[in-house]
């Protein structure tokens, strides 16, 4: 077995997350993701207690490990104790690590992920807040959003919430400090430099792929590429 694989099988997502697949196809009828995309969790089982070198790059390079919501209705099924989830999160670190994700369209767009969900995590502390929903990026939201974010503070200050204040309470603003710690534990942990990883190698194939990056996300080219482009053959 190759050592770019090696580490896959001494991944702890790995070592928790297959036991033996006795091939009954339970997690495959409950996840949501097998119901509308060619996916299909028993076979991610199979092709690593395969050791299979080629099958399994055959997953790193494809657009299939991506499909998983990480829902985990798998785990909660499983009559061995298996968790696809987690293999699909192991495979997707993988892919990652050795650059094998620009070589699908789903693992591209994981560099949009990066350029909104990474940046605002280490921005403002927040995956999601109200400030950062911009409707010109969501349209899907309709004109009700468009309202909400025009009148935010208003609606928060009826709900109970603590928008952009000092103190305790829902869409709080995040202290300096724990920013700071924030930026610590992405570095300490690696998470930081595995970020700016992803983020070169995608900017690496922008260029190939004649594309312009830019750091604000609503002047570049290759983030709304991405962003706004599907596979229509993804579905099963």
Same mark, same amino acid.
Request: glycine fraction near 6%.
């Given at each position: 077995m190759s050592q770019k694989y090696d580490k896959l099988y001494r991944d702890v997502r790995y070592i928790e997350g297959l036991n033996a697949c006795m091939n009954c196809g339970v997690c495959t *009828?409950?996840?949501?993701?097998a119901e509308f $995309?060619? $996916?299909?969790?028993? &076979?991610?089982?199979?092709?690593?207690?395969?050791?299979?070198?080629? @099958?399994i790059e055959n997953l790193l390079v494809s657009d299939t490990i991506w499909y998983c919501g990480q829902c985990l209705s798998? @785990?909660?099924?499983?009559?061995?104790g298996n968790v696809p989830a987690l293999l699909i999160s192991a495979l997707r670190h993988l892919s990652q690590e050795t650059g094998l994700f620009i070589h699908s369209m789903k693992g591209r767009q994981q560099y949009a992920i990066m350029k909104t969900i990474g940046k605002n995590i280490l921005s403002t502390g927040y995956c999601v807040h109200p400030d950062l929903v911009d409707p010109q990026l969501h349209p899907?939201?309709?004109? &009700?959003w468009k309202w909400y974010r025009e009148n935010t503070e208003? &609606?928060?200050? @009826?709900?109970? *919430?603590? $928008?952009?204040?000092?103190? *305790?309470? *829902?869409?709080?603003k995040i202290p300096k400090k724990n920013l700071d710690e924030i930026h610590e534990i992405f570095k300490v942990t690696g998470g930081d430099a595995f970020r700016k990883k992803v983020? @070169?190698?995608?900017?690496?194939k922008a260029k190939e792929l004649g594309f312009h990056c830019e750091d604000e996300i609503m002047n570049s080219e290759y983030f709304f590429h991405l962003y706004t482009s599907n596979n229509e053959t993804d579905h099963s």
């Open positions: *009828a409950i996840c949501p993701a $995309y060619d $996916y299909d969790p028993r &076979v991610i089982c199979n092709t690593l207690l395969s050791r299979d070198d080629q @099958k798998c @785990k909660t099924r499983c009559p061995r899907e939201q309709g004109p &009700v208003e &609606v928060s200050d @009826k709900l109970g *919430a603590n $928008y952009n204040k000092e103190g *305790a309470g *829902a869409l709080r983020e @070169k190698i995608s900017e690496e």
